[in-house]
């Protein structure tokens, strides 16, 4: 009797260490791989930036294993991986406590067109996506002279000045022109402190996200705050041929349904 106790406390405590394992996950192979954020800049009429971020600081999974990082981009129908372009970045990503990014650039795109795409983390059988989508950015209308602008209908010329953005989520450049009671500050917030890049821009209603990480991620997003004026409606272009940037208006929306044509230039500093 003693002899089957015996041999039931260690078949009872075996299961209980196996029950354990389970829950803590020990001697096992990593059972997740870290969270994802997919994102893209400088989208262009024929290229764009795919960028994935990983924030690793929370994962509970700290040990020595690596894991794979890559992007999906797909064309076509956003329900059909049949076109699907795998981009391997890193095979072996080392676990770390910390956050990181990583981006790909593409191009011969075509304008005016809707694109599906997802940052990926992958560990044997466990993946983490993050699909999204972007269009990349339609053709700008067309005037003939520069520094020429209207409100409504109402032409005048300009003269453009390059400010510098005080702070935050005002962003980090912006370009001021006309005359009271319409003079436009219109701000970019773009990485590294740059000036935007040639594409269509979207209005901002109230100022640049600058919460926690989204600090960093809608940095050169192909955003635009025009102060006081710009909604989620608005819609601008740009032209940067690195030395000149160039704003144009096409029937942009504005706060309380100005409308404001037009194009205006200045010399990048």
């Known amino acids: 009797m003693k002899k089957y106790f015996a041999l039931l406390c260690i078949v009872s405590l075996l299961y209980s260490c196996d029950v354990i394992d389970q829950i803590t996950g020990e001697d ?14 400088y989208t262009s009429q024929n290229s764009v930036t795919l960028n994935g971020f990983i924030d690793n600081s929370n994962n509970y999974y700290q040990g020595s294993d690596t894991y794979e990082v890559g992007f999906v981009f797909r064309t076509g129908n956003e329900n059909d991986p049949t076109n699907d372009e795998v981009i391997i970045i890193d095979e072996e990503v080392a676990y770390t406590a910390s956050m990181r990014s990583f981006s790909t650039d593409l191009s011969s795109l075509t304008p005016n067109t809707t694109y599906y795409y997802t940052f990926y983390s992958k560990n044997g059988d466990h993946l983490k996506e993050d699909w999204s989508s972007f269009t990349t950015s339609d053709l700008p209308c067309s005037f003939s002279q520069n520094n020429y602008y209207s409100v409504n209908g109402a032409w005048q010329t300009a003269y453009v000045t390059v400010e510098d953005v005080q702070c935050c989520d005002e962003g980090n450049v912006g370009f001021r022109f ?30 640049f996200d600058i919460t926690y990480i989204e600090r960093e991620l809608v940095k050169s997003t192909n955003q635009v705050f025009i102060e006081y004026n710009s909604t989620t409606d608005t819609q601008l272009f740009v032209e940067n041929n690195g030395a000149t940037i160039t704003l144009i208006f096409c029937n942009t929306i504005l706060n309380g349904g100005d409308i404001l044509n037009g194009k205006v230039s200045v010399a990048i500093p």
């Open 28 to 41: 096992e192979e990593p059972s997740d791989v870290p969270p994802v954020r997919s994102y893209v800049t």
């Open 178 to 207: 006309g005359n009271w009671p319409n003079i436009f500050q219109v701000n970019f917030n773009e990485l590294e402190n740059g000036y935007p890049q040639t594409g269509q821009y979207f209005g901002v209603s109230s100022g």
